[in-house]
């Protein structure tokens, strides 16, 4: 499982130009699904991204949880982040997970998210999304449930 987390002063996912979610200050959150994962695996991410202590504190120092700052989340599904590049210049997508299963812990993750985070927006599964952000910082991190 992979989350590409960008800590966010604003973002929003629209579809057929209508915006389906939205937030302020918090995580926009890529979601790449491989097929060997599993809700085991999703809790571990799920607990170490909403960990992750990248706000700055009174004293510049990122030392602050999403929880800390009233951070929000906006979750999107993303198959791409399994693109293989190894071969020719087309990606190619086998290790991405299975539909069913991606839907699936996409699914379970915002809903452990919303255990904890008062404020979870999502997008769209399967659906050609047109997602924008405002980057702050930048400041962005890779999860990657194989390095965790």
Request: charged share 25%.
């Amino acid at each position: 499982m992979k989350f590409v987390i960008q800590r966010v002063s604003s973002a929003f996912v629209a579809v057929d130009g209508n915006m389906i979610g939205k937030i302020d200050k918090g995580f926009m959150v890529l979601i790449g699904v491989s097929n060997s994962d599993t809700k085991e695996i999703a809790d571990k991410m799920i607990k170490k991204m909403i960990g992750l202590r990248i706000f700055e504190d009174e004293n510049g120092k990122t030392n602050l949880a999403l929880a800390d700052v009233d951070g929000s989340l906006l979750l999107i599904s993303q198959f791409t982040l399994y693109a293989n590049c190894k071969k020719g210049n087309r990606p190619s997508f086998i290790e991405a997970g299975a539909p069913a299963l991606a839907e699936e812990l996409y699914e379970y993750i915002i809903s452990k998210c919303k255990e904890s985070i008062p404020v979870v927006e999502k997008g769209s599964f399967g659906a050609d999304m047109k997602v924008s952000l405002v980057n702050d910082g930048p400041f962005t991190v890779v999860l990657d449930s194989e390095q965790l």
